[in-house]
């Protein structure tokens, strides 16, 4: 792995993240995973009821969605998800919930749709990198499944992890993240009524490359920390690693609340392309949530903890 430094870089090296590997080393990993079987999973349809936290703005195209992603297990380019992601098998599913809480146990995914009813939720995205996507989840708030397994007092942050299986997860033969990939969130962040875990978009079951077969997605926070295919959740008293903060903690805090004032250590974060659209907008604070979210954050300096 090489991550080179600023004065190096030109506009065509603004790869995801920053992140650069030896491109020789990934491509072999590529070809094996040409042989194994490309394209989606099938789609299954939903049934789902609407949500007064849609927003009404115009959703990005399926297409785009799907074809436009960041799973770094599936390797680094915008495009790698969708060409390598169909090798995963999804099924059987289970996550292990762990830690402070009186009802831990491994959760089967079939059980776990049973938690809540499904809900559409159409929610901005905001990548680090300064794009965005408007996407119509399906999913049940997180809350619902905390509540589940009952919390202890103790209870203070929530981490996640990604499936760990290099054999269907080509980008895992090298080590350019510290794998499995792990997130976290403050125990209030968690249970905020906007965090949802998702099992779909569009009205069907989630796409391999988006996460399947479920996925957290917290919308005023930066893209990352969404992490997808989660095998375990963990509740614990003191604030978890994650990925990127383990990669570069300069540049990646805990936080990653979206916010136009905090600029990454390379590159603005005031404004974003909307993909499908021409010109930038203007990024919003805490992603356009601030309504439902500033105020978990009352007191913090939003600098120190970016
Ligand atoms: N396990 C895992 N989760 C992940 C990522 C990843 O590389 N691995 N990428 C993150 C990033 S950077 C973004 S922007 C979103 C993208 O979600 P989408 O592809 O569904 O739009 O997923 C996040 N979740
Ligand atoms: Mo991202």
Redesign the pocket.
Known sequence: MLIRNAPDLTENDVT??EVYLQRRQFMAGGIAAGLGLAGAATAAPLAFKPSKWSTTEKRTPLDD?TSY?????FGVDKDD?AKNAGRLKTQPWTIQIEGECAKPGRYNFEDILKTAPLEERIYR?R??EGWS?V?PWIGFPLAALIGRVQPTSKAKFVSFE?LMRPDQMIGQRSPYLDWP?REGLRIDEAVNPLTIMAVGLYGQTLPN???API?LVVPWK???K????VVKIRLQETQPKTTWQMLNAREYGFYSNVNPTVDHPRWSQANERRIGEFRRRETLMFNGYGDQVAGMYRGLDLRKFY
């Open positions: 995801p993240h969605v992603n960041n799973f770094y297990e998800p995205l990548c680090v996507m996407i990604t990939y490359q988006n996460g996925r930066y893209g990352f969404s992490i997808k295919s």
